[in-house]
């Protein structure tokens, strides 16, 4: 069965910082583009950044500069570090999978609060 599990969320100081983890399992990790996304009270989900299989990557213009996605295929995780947080990046967060034609899986997700 496919799991994805993220983790490293909590509550943050402007500023600060944070780097989730998405581990997956159930899938030929080094194949499947991940992303993360996150979605506010109130708000649609959106993409935060991406990573295809071969390393290339995409950021949300709001993210640029703050954040940095990478993968570890030998641990099959993918990663989000965040710095310099700031009060509108308080959302959940959440990891995505997406595969052969467009098979997609999604995890939980893990809450990120940025608050003084």
């Known amino acids: 069965q496919v799991q994805l599990v993220e983790s490293g969320g909590g509550l943050v100081q402007p500023g600060g910082s944070l780097r989730l983890s998405c581990a997956a399992s159930?899938?030929?990790?080094?194949?499947?583009?991940m992303g993360w996304y996150r979605q506010a009270p109130g708000k649609q989900r959106e993409l935060v950044a991406g990573?295809?299989?071969?390393?290339?990557?995409n950021y949300a213009d709001s993210v640029k500069g703050r954040f940095t996605i990478s993968r570890d295929n030998a641990k099959n995780t993918v990663y989000l570090e965040m710095n310099s947080l700031k009060p509108e990046d308080t959302a959940v967060y959440y990891c995505?999978?997406?595969?052969?034609?467009?098979?997609?899986?999604w995890g939980q997700g893990t809450q990120v609060t940025v608050s003084s």
């Open positions: 990573i295809t299989s071969g390393g290339n990557t």
């Open positions: 159930g899938i030929i990790f080094s194949i499947y583009a």
């Open positions: 995505k999978a997406t595969g052969v034609l467009y098979t997609t899986y």
